[in-house]
């Protein structure tokens, strides 16, 4: 099945030559979000917790534009700049991911533009239900 790209109403010109979302055999890969508006200004400087919703929710676009819902989701790549910001992610990873987590993992590391503190790329079962 060939790949269909996934790009929701609304999303702003990429910084590199990637979608949003790639969507094979029921299978959709998110792109690693950043916390950015559509003109690529990353928002909420300073603050992990506002970042990482902001993240959570464009994600959440993507998902839904293919058709599935944060349920869906079941691998997440976690980058975060600081450790410091560790626990403020994961309160509101939690409110995303109420009942069963995804599995994940997490990494620090530094990101395209400095003031982004988190990063999270994410895959989605979403082509049959059961």
């Known amino acids: 099945m060939p790949m269909m790209a996934i790009i929701p109403p609304g999303s702003g010109k990429p910084l590199a030559p990637y979608s949003?979302?790639?969507?094979?055999?029921?299978?959709?890969?998110?792109?690693?979000?950043?916390?950015?508006?559509?003109?690529?200004?990353?928002l909420h400087v300073g603050d992990a917790a506002a970042q990482t919703r902001l993240?959570?929710?464009?994600?959440?676009?993507?998902?839904?534009a293919a058709g599935g819902s944060m349920a869906d989701i079941t691998f997440n790549?976690?980058?975060?700049?600081?450790?410091?910001?560790?626990?403020?992610?994961?309160?509101?990873?939690?409110?995303?991911?109420?009942?069963?987590k995804p599995a994940r993992y997490c990494i620090?590391?530094?990101?395209?533009?400095?003031?982004?503190?988190?990063?999270?790329?994410s895959i989605a079962h979403i082509g049959s239900k059961g």
Do not use: H, M
Request: glycine letters at 8%; proline letters at 6%; hydrophobic letters at 45%.
């Open 20 to 42: 949003p979302g790639a969507l094979a055999d029921g299978v959709l890969y998110v792109s690693g979000t950043l916390p950015f508006d559509k003109d690529n200004t990353v």
């Open 55 to 64: 993240v959570l929710d464009t994600i959440r676009t993507v998902v839904e």
């Open 77 to 100: 790549s976690i980058f975060i700049t600081d450790w410091a910001n560790y626990a403020a992610v994961n309160a509101v990873y939690a409110e995303y991911f109420p009942g069963d």
């Open 108 to 121: 620090q590391c530094g990101l395209v533009k400095p003031d982004a503190l988190i990063e999270i790329a």
